[in-house]
Structure formats: structure tokens, C-alpha cells
């Protein structure tokens, strides 16, 4: 017998629950920043992406401000309609000129810009190879081309090389993530630049959580490790990150740049973003380029002193050196309860779980920000600690009575 759609929408919904996987939305009810108003209540935040804390930037919003009374709130069309404002073209301009690329176009998301990227460069015939832990927006493009997909085991180089010299193809494109989302660990970038020259292929590097954190001045991953958006190599970066704004950019030769213009179908029929989200990403630059060291240094400093309170509590991180700091805790019912229970005591640290991360590898994500400070910090070592102190002792619990 068919099942329903209600019934059939019913059971899916019920077995999350069941699984620890629903989700609840917070009601954010203050501006973003460390210290938020989530559904009434006053909380320290370790879970925005806001790492440089310009989200709440007085230039930002000032510039902001002056674009809608000047420009009004919405673009009205796509780019390539009527919708491409010269606020547009400057920040296009000044991204481009920032991480060294020849030009850059702008998207909506991030999301958007990934899903344009397979599907606009490769066609059947091409390979599509991605690192396993890549973010979902860049392993959804894959559904959009027509190319073979393949996926490398994580920073696994040699293992890349290999299903390279296993497969046919025409053209390749090499897609990872810069510094992955939900492990804070960074891409061997040199490492895949080079096997990409090596093939012909196009390299693709989602620089999210690198973009305004890394290189001498935040260009980003690329320029920490020696290399930049030129030739055969393309950059995606988000504008809501490290530069507390919204959107997304990808750089690198006017050759590629062009050819998402002409046809990255998320670009051309996609609204594009109100003129005022251009004026405050273009603040924000200015904020990089008067107060970045500074800030930069600040962040570096907070995720030094947070390592160093986790050993002093003995508490489990996986190796990062970035602002995202993961405690694994395997169990997304047992990640979930921890959540809760910082929340009560003022702290909002997000319990990651299916299908972000794989099955059985449910985890708390700290994001680090500069305008974090060391006494935020160990409090929220010492209520974790707390956490994990009485998880192990249920744990063993458990395991006794199990025996028994």
C-alpha cells in the first residue's frame, strides 16, 4: 500500500527526533556579537562564524545606512538585468584587487557560488574530484553537472593523485574546502595546487573560514600558504564571515570570471544583493585594512589561551589551529544534551550532528572570535568540563550495569 505524504512526512520527522537530529531555530532578538539575546535569555555566543566581531561595526552599519537612504533596500533585478549597481562593481573591483586575482563576481551565498561552479565549468566527459569533508554546498554541485564525481579521502593528496590516474576524463576540476567548517583543519593546498597543474585541472578552493583570518593581510588561505587566484586556480569567499556582511565573491582569472557571468545559472537569474550589503562589505574592508593585524592577533591570542584552558581541564579538542575548535562527543542525543545544558547556564555552543557530520561523530563547535575574552573563555571551559565530567560518569554507569 502507498503511503501518504502526511504519514510518510510524519515518520521522517519522528525518527529525527527519535535520532537526536531535529533541529530548533533560536529566536535572536539583539545584534550579533559574543554576547546575544536568544529567546529572551542573555548568553555568552561561541557558535556565530562573525570571527572578527565587524558584524556589529559601527563603520559597517553607518555605510549600510547611508546605501538605503541613498540607493534604497533592494537591487530590484539580477546583474545582468538592471540589478548591477555600482556599489557592485567598486566591491567586485576592491575583492579582486585584495586577493590578488585579475577580477571577481559576486553571489548571493556562498552556497550559491559553489552550486554555480561544477555546473557552469564541467560537462560529461569532465571528473569532478572533491576532498570527502567538503562542505555540502560544494558536494551538492556535483548533482547539478553531468561530469563523473569523485571523492578523495580527507587531505589525502597521494589518495587524489590516485583516483586521478584511475579515471578518464576530459577536463578536471579539484574542489576542497580551505579550513574545513566542522574539524577547524586547513587544506594541503600547495600539495593540490601542484597535483592540479600537474593534470590540467582546475583547482577550487572554498576559503570560507579563511577568507579575512589567513595570510599577512586576511586574503585568505591561498596567500598563507604561498599561492594565489591566478591561472588555473579560483577562490570562493564568503562576505559573511570574518567580514560580519553577506554573500560571496569568487575570484581569479577574467577568463573563468567571465565565463560564470555568461553562464553560472545561480548568477544570471538570481536577484542580486541590496546595495547596501555591498557598501558595508566594502566598509568592512576598510576595517581590514586599518584594525585587521589587530584584530587578526586578537583571535589568535583567544584561540591560544582557549587550547591551553582545554588541556588545563582535560578536555578533548581535535587538532586545529584555527577558530573553529571541535569537542567530539559521538552520540547526537548525548551532543544535544550538553548543548542544553550550557544554554542554562548561559553559554550558546551548538551540537553538530547528522547529517553535517557522519554518523556517530556528533560534536560541539567552538567559533573563536576576537571580541571574545579570557574570562568568556574559561567560563565556558569550566561549565564544559563540567559536562563532560558528569557525561563520563554516566557513561561508566552504563557500561557497569550493562555487565550486571
Given amino acids: 500500500m ?7 512526512i510524519a515518520s521522517r520527522q519522528q525518527a529525527a527526533h527519535d535520532a537526536g537530529l531535529w533541529r530548533t531555530r533560536k529566536v535572536l532578538s539583539s545584534h550579533q556579537g559574543v554576547e546575544i539575546v536568544i529567546d529572551g535569555r542573555s548568553v555568552i555566543n561561541f557558535s556565530s562564524n562573525d570571527y572578527l566581531g565587524l558584524a556589529g561595526h559601527e563603520s559597517l552599519k553607518l555605510s549600510a545606512e547611508k546605501a538605503c537612504r541613498d540607493f534604497g533596500v533592494g ?3 539580477s546583474h545582468l538585468v538592471c540589478g548591477h549597481h555600482q556599489l557592485h562593481h567598486q566591491l567586485e573591483l576592491e575583492l579582486a584587487a585584495f586577493v590578488g586575482a585579475e577580477r571577481a563576481i559576486l553571489f548571493s551565498s556562498g552556497y550559491m557560488a559553489n552550486l554555480a561552479m561544477a555546473a557552469t565549468f564541467l560537462t560529461k566527459g569532465d571528473l569532478l574530484l572533491q576532498d570527502k569533508l567538503n562542505h555540502a554546498s560544494l558536494l551538492d554541485s556535483a548533482k547539478l553537472s553531468a561530469s563523473h564525481f569523485k571523492r578523495y579521502a580527507h587531505c589525502d593528496v597521494e589518495h587524489a593523485a590516485k583516483l586521478l590516474s584511475s579515471v578518464e576524463f576530459n577536463r578536471c576540476m579539484i574542489a576542497t574546502d580551505s579550513v574545513f567548517s566542522m574539524d577547524g583543519d586547513v587544506a ?3 600539495q593540490l595546487q601542484s597535483l592540479a597543474s600537474d593534470q590540467q585541472a582546475l583547482l577550487l578552493v572554498d576559503d570560507a573560514h579563511g577568507f579575512g583570518l589567513m595570510g599577512a593581510t586576511g586574503q585568505g588561505a591561498l596567500s598563507n600558504q604561498g599561492l594565489s587566484p591566478v591561472a588555473e586556480v579560483l577562490m570562493m569567499g564568503t ?3 570574518a567580514l560580519g556582511c553577506y554573500g560571496a565573491f569568487v575570484a581569479g582569472d577574467a577568463l573563468y570570471i567571465e565565463h560564470l557571468t555568461q553562464f553560472a ?8 544583493l541590496p546595495p547596501s550589503v555591498s557598501a558595508s562589505v566594502l566598509a ?3 576595517v581590514l585594512a586599518e584594525e585587521g593585524d589587530l584584530l587578526r592577533a586578537r583571535l589568535n591570542a583567544n584561540i591560544r589561551y582557549f587550547k591551553r584552558a582545554a588541556r588545563k581541564h582535560a578536555v578533548t579538542l581535535r587538532p586545529s589551529s584555527t577558530a573553529i575548535q571541535v569537542v567530539v562527543i559521538g552520540d547526537s542525543n548525548q551532543s544535544v544534551n550538553i548543548s542544553r545544558a550550557l544554554l542554562n547556564q548561559g553559554i550558546n555552543l551548538t551540537a553538530i550532528r547528522p547529517p553535517t557530520v557522519a554518523k556517530g561523530a556528533a560534536r560541539l563547535r567552538v567559533a ?6 579570557f574570562g568568556q573563555i574559561d567560563q565556558l571551559i569550566e561549565l564544559l568540563s563540567q559536562q563532560l565530567s558528569k557525561l563520563a560518569v554516566e557513561k561508566n554507569s552504563a557500561e557497569l550495569n550493562g555487565h550486571d
Fill in 265 to 272: 545559472r545561480p548568477y544570471m537569474y538570481t536577484t542580486a
Fill in 239 to 241: 562576505l559573511g564571515k
Fill in 75 to 77: 537591487s530590484g533585478a
Fill in 284 to 286: 568592512a574592508l576598510a
Fill in 2 to 8: 502507498k503511503q501518504g505524504w502526511r504519514d510518510s
Fill in 188 to 190: 594541503p593546498l600547495r
Fill in 368 to 373: 573563536l572570535s576576537a571580541a571574545h575574552t
